[in-house]
Structures are given as C-alpha cells and as structure tokens.
C-alpha cells in the first residue's frame, strides 16, 4: 500500500493529499475480512443506537452500503418500529443536491448512475437526522468522502440543515484531511470506538 504523503508534502496542493488518502482508506476498508468487519459493525450499531435512542421519533436519512460500508438498514429497521421514518439520498441530476426519498425494507430499489442502491420510487421527506459514510475523518470531524461533492452541496442547500452524523470504522481517523472551503463540519462521527464531536 503507498503511504499518504504528509500534510506539509502537499501544503499547496491538497487534492493530491486527499486523492491518496481516499485510496489508502478505502483499501484499508476493503482489506476488513468478514468476521472483523462484522464485529466491528455491530459495535458501530450499538453506538448509534444509543445516541438515537435518546431522541424522540424523527426522520433518518443514510445511504445503502457500498465498498465495505457500515450497513444501517438493521438499524433504520428497528427505528421504523418506533414511530421514525427512514429515507435514503438520489442524485436526481448531477452538481445538484440530491433529494432524500422514503424507505422501508420493502422498498423496490433501483440503482443511480453510480450503482448505488436507491429506493426506485416512494414520497420525498425532510430528513432530520442524516448519517454520512466516509473514507476518512478527522478530529475536527471534517469528512472525506469520495469526492463527488453531494453530500456538500445538499447539505449546504438544506434550511435549517439536518443533524449530520458521520459513520465509519476507527480505521478511516486521520490527523487531518485538510479541509476545502465547501466541507462542511460533521455534527458528530460515530466509530466502533465511540461516539466523537469536534
């Protein structure tokens, strides 16, 4: 695996910091044998469970698992059973923000322009709560995701902006993603680890 170049290596160009950085993650992510990332997932759900627990019945958005994500449709399952309603994100056109479209585990899905599994019809809602994938994080709680800006741009176009939380394994923390101007500041990260705010 090449190793990321410092921060300083790059200190005027970022992108090629960040593009090696997302590969060396998601390889990272990708190279979880089954049981490990098992594991590694339940602690995860335990985590949000309890945060979410805490709160009373709202709307959740999160995207179906792609590339060795954590899988929150076990999570959004059980929330539907307590009175939540779940959505998942579709890009309806690209360099938009993207509309977040009803779930339930029986859903019809399809796919968007990139594979990713989405809800092939249902209402738009208005999510309250959000749960990001990311390839990397930092302590700042600034994400890395992989790299299309939709997250951004929605999240920039929705007000009042949802809560969002960022779900990953402890494997994508790094010291610094170096921040561009259009990131926007997770509201808290959730790994096996525990539940962190900037």
Not at 25 to 36: E, F, I, Q
Not at 153 to 171: D, H, K, N
Request: proline share 10%; net charge positive.
């Amino acid at each position: 695996m090449t190793p990321v170049p410092s921060s300083a290596e790059h200190s005027t160009d970022s992108s090629v910091y960040r593009a090696a950085l997302r590969r060396e993650r998601l390889a990272a992510r990708l190279a979880l044998d089954g049981a490990n990332h098992a594991a590694l997932s339940a602690s995860i759900e335990a985590r949000l469970r309890v945060l979410l627990s805490a709160l009373p019945p709202q709307t959740l958005a999160f995207c179906a698992p792609v590339r060795g994500e954590f899988d929150a449709r076990g999570l959004a399952t059980e929330l539907l059973a307590e009175g939540w309603q779940a959505a998942m994100p579709v890009v309806v056109k690209p360099a938009a923000p993207m509309i977040f479209r009803a779930w339930s585990p029986a859903s019809a899905m399809g796919a968007d322009r990139h594979g990713v599994p989405i809800p092939a019809q249902g209402p738009e809602l208005r999510p309250d709560i959000v749960l990001l994938p990311l390839v990397a994080f930092d302590a700042h709680c600034f994400r890395l995701g992989y790299g299309g800006g939709y997250f951004d741009r929605t999240l920039a176009a929705r007000i009042p902006r949802p809560r969002t939380i960022g779900v990953g394994f402890e494997l994508a923390r790094v010291p610094d993603i170096r921040p561009q101007a259009h990131d926007i500041r997770l509201d808290a990260v959730v790994t096996e680890a525990g539940v962190f705010r900037p």
